[in-house]
């Protein structure tokens, strides 16, 4: 019994020293939900491998298995509750940009009533157990120095020499330090590596619902795989004061502003048209209006944008035509509306507004979607509205049709006040992914079937495109019958994913793996048309990108241009297209921005001072 008592004793710290780990992860991601239900196997496994690691670099650097448990232990405890209560208040778990705003959250942590759930009180319950098993969990390195003064000559010239070099603990706990640090941060740069994330590990890496991220990763995983995205670096050279004289150069001069124009801007979920990839053939036009009005309708410009994203991500598009940066100065993956927006940033909108403008940004959709609710008044909207504007509003499949979007925006025009300028703003909803759910709803039917193909997510997607066509050539035909000038600019925000448009190439004997950066931009091309309601100058085939885009509206309606879209305008007579799939010169060079560092250093300069520096 004294020899199992003290196998126990010996023995049962190390045994701990590798369960508690455990039970700390469980513990933390139980706070806001269940991993047994969220996660897969190879994600439980890896988080687990993450706490061990953890555990053990805080047990070589304090030597004792108590203290290395205690302070893991309180950690979890306190980050987790921490992340409750910020989920609780914001619908949003926490990310690393919320570092760089911490000490707002502080200014505002008086407003909030906090409470815990039962699941709460437990997991805090187990907290505390955990720590007072962990205290009694004393064992450790040696404190004592091995003696090496006066070696035993006796024992012979080896055994002297071994005594000479054995190692001391100091050094053991230093090389396993090192060791497990090199594993945490391994472990970190394998989750910066798409491919691994994407292909090798399957993980969930959309921003777009970072409390997903959350629950399918595991807490400390998903903040990891975002750290990479907490900063921007300054440009090469940059000078604060340099990027406000050059700004400063390319201000317009002020006189007053006589013809304000209603401009209308609709960012369309998902518009596109495949047959950039390679021709198909339909039963009928999928976009007949779109596809005229690109044909070289009257009062019209028109061509290809060019944007930053496929599948997904819409608030980068957004990003890039409200404010005319581009996300090629960004890091790949980051959403700036979650990180970077934390401020009042000049965007076309405050540029109206300052004009005179009644300015309003409309999304049928929930207002903390890509936290547009905290985005837009920074951008100078002064008026938004989102889903609960749109109640009994028609639907398609389980989104607010593209024809009640436009109903709510012709409600608010029409309540406007005569002569009163409007910059009205809108995201739809109507063409969301997934496509494949279309037999699941009786208010849609595949009405585009495409000849050679026996996809059903492309005759779906195409289906919506009709739907989507209509809607937007009842807006304009509204508009051509009213007196007040108007301009409706309307552009998707990106092509569908991969396996909607797989088919299109397929008919081309082609798949997605095979195309070459050149014919890669393609996925990264939508139409767009700016229209207006009197005589604009006509211009087609005109392939820009979003960011140039705001300043081609302003001149398309006759109004002066802020300094930074001065700036783009003068920029894009040499550089025709610029996001983060590529660059397109003006001689039709077809380059990426990070070859082009010297020609687009002021940009990069002056998107840092306005976003960071301002």
């Known amino acids: 019994m004294t020899k199992l008592t003290d196998r126990l004793k010996k023995y049962g710290p190390y045994f701990f020293l590798w369960i508690i780990p455990i039970c700390n992860f469980y513990l933390m991601e139980f706070y806001t939900h269940n991993p047994f239900t969220t996660m ?3 994600v439980h496994i890896m988080n687990i491998v993450l706490f061990e690691a953890m555990a053990l670099f805080l047990y070589a650097l304090t030597g ?26 914001r619908g949003a778990p926490i990310q690393p940009w919320d570092i760089l705003s911490i000490s707002t959250a502080a200014s505002v942590a008086d407003n909030y009533e906090y409470k815990l759930d039962r699941t709460s009180i437990l997991v805090l319950a187990g907290f505390v157990f955990i720590l ?8 450790g390195f040696s404190k004592n120095k091995p003696k090496k003064d006066i070696p035993d000559l006796s024992a012979g010239e080896e055994t002297a020499q071994s005594a000479k070099r054995k190692i001391r603990p100091w050094q053991m706990r230093l090389a396993l330090a090192v060791f497990f640090g090199l594993i945490l941060f391994g472990y ?11 292909n090798k590990l399957r993980l969930y890496d959309k921003l777009f619902t970072p409390t997903t991220i959350q629950y399918k990763n595991g807490t400390l995983t998903a903040f990891l795989m975002e750290l990479q995205y907490v900063s921007v670096e300054k440009p090469d050279h940059y000078s604060k004061e340099k990027a406000a004289e050059l700004l400063d150069a390319y201000a317009g001069s002020e006189t007053a502003v006589t013809d304000t124009p209603n401009i209308i801007v609709i960012m369309n979920e998902a518009f596109s048209d495949p047959a950039v990839l390679g021709e198909f053939t339909t039963n009928e036009d999928y976009m007949p209006f779109v596809h005229s009005m690109l044909d070289g309708a009257e009062n019209t410009i028109s061509g290809m944008l060019n944007v930053s994203v496929k599948g997904g ?3 980068n598009t957004e990003f890039e035509y409200l404010t005319g940066s581009t996300m ?6 980051s959403i700036p509306y979650q990180q970077y927006v934390k ?55 389980k989104y607010v049709s593209d024809k009640a979007d436009y109903e709510k925006i012709l409600e608010v025009y029409e309540n406007k006040a005569d002569g009163e300028p409007l910059f009205l703003f809108n995201v739809t909803m109507q063409n969301h992914s997934s496509y494949s759910d279309w037999n699941d709803y009786d208010n849609f039917s595949l009405d585009i079937s495409v000849n050679g193909s026996d996809s059903k997510l492309l005759p779906a997607y195409l289906s919506l495109m009709k739907l989507s066509d209509q809607a937007i050539e009842e807006l304009v035909n509204y508009f051509s019958m009213e007196e007040e000038k108007t301009i409706i600019v309307f552009f998707g925000d990106h092509q569908p994913t991969d396996s909607v448009v797989n088919p299109v190439l397929k008919l081309q004997g082609r798949t997605c793996s ?45 109004l002066p241009l802020p300094a930074y879209f001065n700036f783009l305008d003068t920029l894009k007579e040499q550089v025709s297209v610029i996001s983060a799939s590529h660059v397109r010169l003006a001689d039709g060079t077809f380059t990426y921005a990070k070859d082009q560092k010297e020609l687009l250093n002021d940009y990069r300069a002056l998107q840092y001072y306005l976003l960071f520096d301002h």
């Open 40 to 42: 897969k196997l190879n």
């Open 64 to 89: 004792r298995i108590n203290i290395a448990l205690i302070l893991q232990t309180l950690f979890c405890a306190i980050y987790g509750l921490a992340g409750y209560f910020v989920l609780e208040f």
């Open 132 to 139: 007072l098993i962990s205290f009694f969990q004393k064992a």
């Open 188 to 198: 970190t740069k394998m989750l910066h590596n798409e491919d691994i994330v994407q």
């Open 313 to 315: 991500n819409t608030a």
């Open 328 to 333: 090629a100065f960004l890091p790949y993956g």
């Open 343 to 397: 401020n009042e940033t000049p965007t076309i909108a405050s540029h109206l507004k300052a004009l005179g403008y009644r300015t309003v940004a409309m999304h049928p959709y929930y207002a903390t979607g890509w936290d547009r609710d905290t985005v837009y008044p920074n951008f100078g909207f002064e008026e938004t509205h989102f889903l609960e504007f749109y109640k009994n509003s028609e639907k398609i499949r």
């Open 514 to 558: 095979d195309l070459s950066a050149e014919e890669e931009t393609l996925r990264y091309e939508v139409p767009y048309f700016i229209w207006a309601n009197y005589d604009i100058e006509e211009e087609t085939d005109v392939n820009t990108s979003a960011n140039f885009l705001a300043a081609k509206t302003l001149k398309a309606a006759g």
